[in-house]
């Protein structure tokens, strides 16, 4: 019987315990880390959310998509990003690269391939192509290009939308996000950013 009514209460003593750190651990803890997360950096908290002029949502910040038409072709008129080896393209659900080594034979020829595509939609000589215009990045789901990418696409996208060129090289520039704290990283442009400032242009 002793023995009986030790066992009930170590198990009613586990069970209470499981029952707190669930509620502090489970419910509190995580209502207070959303809780400061809204009121210090909510924008970061709620997804990095991009709008359009119309306050419309039309992606994040932290993930990088196509602008082509249906039928997958870029479009001339808007900065196009690098490529993507997630899924179909930019797929959340998929992130991936392609793990391809740099000597394996497929990717050799996308890069070629690639290289002559952009070569030719841009206007400009296949050697002038930077390497992030050729390659996904390792999550496939990178919303940055080069700054050397962004001025390599100035001129066609100027031409498509009728504008001076010297404008969408203005801006450009100013789309330009420095290294982190200075020295960490390469300078690079957002993509969907640059594309919002681009839009604006128009209104």
Do not use: C, K
């Not at 996208?157 to 100013?174: C, H, I, N, T």
């Amino acid at each position: 019987m002793s023995s009986t009514r030790t066992t009930v209460r170590t198990h009613w003593v586990a069970l209470r315990a499981m029952l707190i750190f669930t509620a502090v651990l489970g419910v509190a803890y995580a209502l207070v880390i959303t809780g400061v997360g809204q009121l210090v950096l909510p924008a970061q908290a709620n997804g990095s959310m991009l709008r359009d002029g119309s306050g419309t949502v039309v992606g994040s910040s932290l993930i990088g998509q196509s602008s082509t038409d249906a039928e997958g072709a870029p479009l001339p008129e808007w900065f196009q990003p690098r490529p993507s080896a997630a899924g179909d393209g930019y797929d959340g659900g998929a992130s991936s690269g392609s793990n391809y080594g740099p000597e394996n034979a497929d990717l050799v020829a996308a890069i070629e391939e690639r290289r002559a595509q952009v070569a030719e939609f841009d206007g400009v000589s296949p050697d002038e192509v930077p390497v992030d215009a050729l390659t996904a990045s390792a999550s496939g789901l990178d919303p940055h290009i080069s700054p050397e990418y962004a001025r390599l696409q100035v001129a066609r996208v100027a031409a498509a939308r009728g504008l001076p060129e010297a404008e969408v090289a203005d801006l450009v520039e100013s789309r330009i996000q420095a290294r982190d704290l200075g020295y960490l990283g390469d300078p690079t442009v957002n993509v969907l950013e640059l594309n919002l400032a681009l839009a604006a242009l128009g209104e």
